[in-house]
């Protein structure tokens, strides 16, 4: 099964299992992903086989975290704060 992992633009992350996401039509409104406290959701990922997670911040400072440090939720779930000021992620 894979998870979706997602990481706002104030530097908090999540993971999703990709069940959590119901398959809907065009028209649907969607579901709540991530609750608006948490910022925006900039970054979504599709997990497979990754174990970390890459972040860049406004300073240009780096910093990679384990995938599995984030714990697994439901969608509007909580999320954690993994960096400050984050302007790029990825996984590896």
Known sequence: MKE???VTDEGY???VNETEIPL????????????PEFGRPYWVFVRKSETQLLLVNVEGKAKK???????????????????EDVISACLV
């Open 65 to 83: 975290i384990v995938l599995d440090a984030i714990p697994l939720t439901r969608r509007g779930g909580i999320a954690i704060k993994v960096y």
């Open 24 to 35: 809907s039509g065009t028209k649907a409104k969607g579901v709540l992903f991530v609750r």
């Open 13 to 15: 992350a999540m993971r």
């Open 4 to 6: 979706f992992v997602v």
